[in-house]
């Protein structure tokens, strides 16, 4: 399986999904649409092939989003993995990359979609928290789940404290949702998540 990994800033998860070997995946390329993002430095430490991809001024999104595909096409990508890419991407990309392109989003959705996630679980006091792996449909943050992680939320909690507790299952959670893709564990087909040919119905495979 050929990996393109997308990002825009700092590439905590960028670097947790370098950082691994996987069993039947490749990273081809990693592409940023911010040239001062802190993840490009991640990208070179492990030697891989970088593309910056700036919206142009005149450019639409349906042009930045053609070339994007463009690029991910030529490249014969598999998978594309959404790794803190703050671009939202069109009807046609998501129709292009159906069952093909994965997000790591910081809430256990349907949960707090959009930003701003762990601020909104603080002030609605909620008992836990987490994150999810979901397939990208176009509708934003809401495409089938396939992993999810929960942390516990404490009353001494800070977004600080919360968003670090969150993010170490997060560099756990996306690796392995790749590997399951990898070797065929789970897969979209039919517009239907299957894990192990059995359909999830919307629910996560694992709960972590
Ligand atoms: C993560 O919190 C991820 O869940 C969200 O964007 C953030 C990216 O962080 N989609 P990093 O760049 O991987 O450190």
Known sequence: MRLAILFSGRGSNLNAILARTFFKATVEVCITDQPQAKGIEVVKHYAKPLIILEKQEQQTKADY???LIAILQSLNIDLVVLAGFMRTLSAEFCEVFAGKCINIHP???PKFKGLHTHERALAQQEQEHGCS?????KELDGG???LQAKVPVFSSDTVDTLSERVLKKE???LPMAIQMLAIG???WSNNEVLFNGVPL???????L
């Open 201 to 207: 119905h919307g629910r996560p495979a694992y709960e």
């Open 107 to 109: 809430s256990l959705l």
């Open 144 to 146: 089938p789940l396939m």
């Open 185 to 187: 564990e789970i897969l």
């Open 133 to 137: 792996v979901h397939f990208v449909t």
């Open 171 to 173: 560099h756990y959670l």
């Open 65 to 67: 989003d053609a070339a």
